[in-house]
């Protein structure tokens, strides 16, 4: 995972520009994309936080393949052991679920859906991309946009 260099303003703000220069379905792929990777910076941060070095953490997270592998984990890895959809609500969750599995089917050739479809998806996915980042920020001090802290608080 690299690490993420914008600020969570300046990439919410291309996630919005995004249909000025890509196709629905590129920008439902992109915006997809920054919705998984606040959750998984997230999910390492909660994991460095149960224990683990930086480097365990990371490589832990790297060996979930898919979203629904990251759902799993996450309670393994949360303070109080809830779900990852407890934590973000199902609704949110649901949507997540939903647009991944449009995504894969349009990036591996299984499955096309109109343009429309995929730009009425990037408008949920980017209030389910605030949403998060205001639950992660609430509930872990952390939401995958500014710099990850060891055990003593130290940023990494």
């Known amino acids: 995972m690299y690490p993420l260099k914008w600020t969570y303003t300046r990439a919410r703000q291309r996630i919005q520009e995004l249909p000025n220069w890509a196709t629905p379905a590129e920008a439902f792929v992109l915006t997809l994309f920054f919705v998984e990777k606040i959750i998984r910076r997230t999910l390492v941060q ?26 799993e984990a996450w309670s393994n890895y949360d303070q109080g ?66 710099g990850m802290k060891d055990n003593a608080g130290n940023l990494l």
Do not use: C, M
């Not at 990852?84 to 449009?102: D, N, S, T």
């Open 81 to 146: 052991g809830r779900a990852l959809q407890a934590v973000i609500g199902a609704a949110h969750w649901q949507r997540i679920e939903k647009a991944a599995k449009l995504r894969n089917a349009l990036v591996h050739g299984s499955g096309h859906q109109a343009q429309k479809v995929y730009g009425r998806e990037l408008l949920h996915l980017r209030n389910t991309l605030d949403h998060i980042r205001n639950t992660f920020s609430n509930e872990y001090g952390y939401s995958g946009w500014k």
């Open 46 to 71: 909660i994991v460095i936080r149960k224990g683990k070095t930086p480097a365990k953490a990371f490589k832990t997270v790297r060996r979930l393949l898919g979203i629904v592998k990251v759902k």
